[in-house]
């Protein structure tokens, strides 16, 4: 996964990150639970041309975190590694509530967000899931154990896979998908601290809702759903995308909120055919 760097500064979460390639600064999001590695599917292919930069925020990953925190406290980290790393500017790729934190640090340093690619995400967000049984959280359990065990095994995705929770998360159950799951998903949710989720909860327990803020958003941006999705709604994406000025927007169908792992070709031609849309994302220029 290339170097990993990790450095404390006052006031600032000791982040564990990944770093690959060479060239301009992208900085990539993961979202909840999640760790930078989760961000794979993106900076194995984006490190080919750019420098990519995958933090685990606080309380995710190898970032591990003492005591409570609220999501401030992510932008200041993000902060804070911008400055150690000597990045002046940088295009953001955020995935679920990595993109809520793009979003926020375009808002709160203009200057230094050449760009947002925005991934199952909503800055009003909304979900559709249904309640969750007991059945449902026992299939899920067995299912991503298996799945751990023996990735991708076709009998555990029929038996398990697709009665499980898993069936809210991707809306094709093919072996690419399970593989990402088991390599990168499972182990994640394990190092996720229940701090972490907490400063999740609470902040969507408050409302959160930037979307009238967006119009100060001026940076090319791009939008990507998937329809199916239950834990961010298109329509709550749609709406984002509708309230930023310089955007575009791509929405998958038969897929869910982890579609990046469901069509991930698709995906990044659609991020490729952006960058040489708006190579000013990816320029010092």
């Given at each position: 996964?290339?170097?990993r760097h990790s450095y404390t500064t006052t006031g600032a979460a000791h982040l564990n990150v990944y770093v690959q390639g060479q060239g301009f600064p992208i900085l990539g999001l993961h979202g909840h639970p999640g760790s930078g590695r989760s961000l794979s599917v993106f900076t194995e292919h984006l490190s080919k041309r750019c420098r990519?930069?995958?933090p685990d925020l606080r309380g995710y990953g190898k970032s591990r975190f003492d005591g409570s925190f609220n999501m401030q406290d992510h932008l200041t980290d993000l902060e804070a590694l911008l400055d150690r790393f000597e990045i002046?500017?940088?295009l953001v790729l955020g995935w679920s509530l990595g993109g809520i934190l793009g979003m926020e640090l375009a808002l709160h340093l203009p200057q230094r967000v050449s760009g947002l690619i925005l991934v199952a995400t909503a800055a009003k967000p909304r979900g559709s899931h249904p309640p969750i049984t007991w059945q449902d959280n026992l299939y899920t359990g067995v299912a991503a154990l298996l799945n751990y065990i023996k990735p991708s095994w076709q009998w555990n995705i029929e038996t398990f896979g697709k009665r499980s929770l898993f069936r809210y998360l991707?809306?094709?159950?093919?072996?690419?998908a399970y593989n990402y799951i088991a390599q990168e998903a499972v182990p994640a949710y394990l190092q996720t601290s229940p701090a972490a989720t907490r400063a999740l909860y609470s902040a969507i327990q408050s409302g959160y809702n930037r979307l009238l803020d967006l119009e100060q958003i001026?940076?090319?941006?791009?939008?990507?759903a998937g329809v199916q999705d239950r834990h961010i709604t298109v329509d709550s994406s749609l709406e984002t995308a509708q309230h930023i000025k310089n955007c575009q927007w791509?929405?998958?169908?038969?897929?869910?909120?982890?579609?990046?792992w469901e069509v991930p070709q698709q995906v990044l031609r659609d991020i490729d055919l952006w960058l040489e849309e708006h190579p000013q994302v990816?320029?010092?220029q």
């Open positions: 996964m290339g170097d990519t930069f995958a002046e500017k940088c991707i809306q094709q159950h093919t072996s690419t001026e940076c090319p941006s791009l939008v990507l791509q929405f998958y169908p038969n897929t869910a909120h982890l579609f990046p990816i320029s010092n």
